[in-house]
């Protein structure tokens, strides 16, 4: 847990393979401390101290110790919502139950869009879609465009990635929802060449962007500890004192949706009830800073 950082990637990108389920490797400490009991070994109990102290630095922060996280100013919802999915309306109903400000939505299909654009519309009435990624807001949006995060070898039409200028009442936030491309585990490893790539686009996107408050709502197929996503998390922040595991919807076991800010402070993050995806929502409260 303390040197993740120095497992190699070259081969089978082990070290981003082991980044994704880091706090997992948590579960070994009482798998030791029932050994240490059998053998009623002092020095086994004392040296357990170690890897519970590293475990406690790395995530001890986002274990919640009350429900009250602090003010916020306004509320995003992420979520992937199934390309799969068959109640896109139910699936809408739900959002809204969270009364956020911004809701970014992934694996939009033709068929289910005109759903989500009726059932979304009363309550935000300010929408933008670029591919199969869009943005509902309270909000006026402005400057709409599309965010090329398309790797070398995926054909064209893929569009995944969007940008666009929320007016608040605080102020112009540019704010991007992004779908990087899966990752597969296979027998030799982690295959995430173009989930990589297109993290490394997003990189430069977000680098380039003029505004200063930003928002990024996405699909990442990464953790924040994954060094994959290194380009977008050293531009970017990520907080809120819970670990809002995300993936899959029936045994959550990591967070690959993520609501990140520059210049605003993310309060909260939490997941929502499931829906038809086989993601669950993630919901933020964002603080502006002075």
Do not use: C
């Not at 686009?201 to 996405?218: D, F, S």
């Not at 060094?227 to 907080?239: I, K, N, Q």
């Amino acid at each position: 847990m303390a040197f993740h950082s120095v497992v190699p990637n070259a081969v089978g990108r082990l070290g981003s393979l082991l980044e994704t389920f880091l706090p997992w490797l948590g579960l070994a400490v009482p798998l030791l401390l029932v050994l240490a009991l059998l053998r009623r070994s002092a020095l086994a109990l004392v040296a357990l101290l170690l890897p519970v102290a590293v475990w406690g630095n790395l995530f001890g922060g986002l274990v919640p110790a009350d429900e009250d996280s602090g003010p916020h100013d306004i509320v995003a919802v992420q979520h992937n919502v199934s390309d799969e999915n068959s109640d896109p309306d139910g699936t809408a109903s739900d959002l809204i139950e969270a009364a956020p400000d911004v809701i970014a939505l992934e694996e939009l299909t033709p068929s289910a869009l005109s759903a989500y654009e009726s059932a979304l519309a009363a309550d935000y009435p300010h929408h933008a879609v670029e591919g199969t990624v869009g943005l509902w807001s309270r909000f006026p949006l402005s400057d709409v465009r599309p965010v090329d995060i398309k790797p070398e070898g995926i054909p064209e039409g893929w569009n995944r990635g969007l940008r666009t200028t929320a007016r608040t009442p605080q102020g112009d936030i540019a704010v991007y929802v992004a779908h990087l491309p899966s990752v597969r585990i296979r027998w030799n490893g982690l295959s995430s060449g173009w989930r990589d790539e297109s993290a490394d686009l997003l990189g430069e996107a977000l680098a380039a962007e003029k505004l200063a408050k930003v928002i990024l709502l996405g699909d990442l197929n990464s953790t924040v500890d994954d060094r994959g996503l290194d380009p977008v998390t050293e531009r970017m922040d990520s907080a809120g004192r819970n670990f809002a595991f995300s993936w899959p919807a029936t045994f959550p076991v990591s967070r690959i949706d993520h609501v990140m800010t520059r210049s605003m402070v993310v309060t909260d993050i939490r997941t929502l009830p499931a829906t038809g995806s086989d993601h669950l929502p993630v919901a933020a409260g964002i603080r502006f800073e002075p």
